[in-house]
């Protein structure tokens, strides 16, 4: 059985792919704001769309996240719009356990759940490589206006790290 289920043969390399960049898919949307099965579910979506387009895919990484992201604000836009405009952004707690992910990044989620819900879904989108432009461009905000958020994110970041660093040891 592919890492897609029943939707044909795949190459060795989008194998490799898949099980390389759907845990860190899932990661980072859960980051931005997506629940775990929100998560699961439009990446999925997506590696299921590069699947498809594989062989001619000459940027998967950038591709998929950009496809994944998309997938993720029209959900997001229907749960906004049902719940009378409001935002909603939290990093779910399993997203990291579902991931593998090691024990550490528990302190880094606490962190960035600290920052209001626009500063932890920038961060995320800049540490997962995107451009601040790139970031403006999917969040639909101004450049200027990811930067600040950037800013203050680090502000808020470094404070934690100086006063509220994890213990070393068990």
């Not at 999925?44 to 997938?71: S, T």
């Not at 779910?92 to 879904?121: G, I, K, N, S, Y």
């Not at 540490?127 to 958020?149: F, P």
Request: aromatic residues 8%; charged residues 30%; hydrophobic residues 35%.
């Amino acid at each position: 059985m592919s890492p897609l289920g029943d939707h044909g043969a795949v190459t060795p390399e989008f194998s490799e792919f898949f099980r390389a960049e759907y845990p860190r898919l899932v990661r980072g949307l859960a980051a931005t704001g997506a629940t775990v099965e929100e998560a699961k579910d439009v990446a999925q979506e997506a590696m299921l769309e590069l699947a498809g387009i594989w062989p001619n895919c000459r940027r998967p990484y950038g591709w998929v996240r950009k496809v994944a992201w998309h997938k993720y604000l029209k959900i997001a836009d229907r749960d906004r719009k049902r719940t009378n405009g409001e935002w909603q952004a939290s990093l779910h707690p399993q997203a990291v356990q579902d991931c593998d992910a090691p024990d550490e990044r528990e302190w880094v989620r606490q962190q960035l759940m600290r920052l209001p819900p626009r500063q932890r879904a920038v961060m995320a989108l800049y540490v997962d490589g995107y451009s601040t432009e790139e970031i403006a461009e999917l969040l639909k905000m101004e450049v200027s206006t990811v930067r600040s958020h950037l800013r203050h994110a680090r502000i808020a970041l470094r404070r934690g790290l100086e006063g509220d660093q994890p213990e070393d040891g068990p």
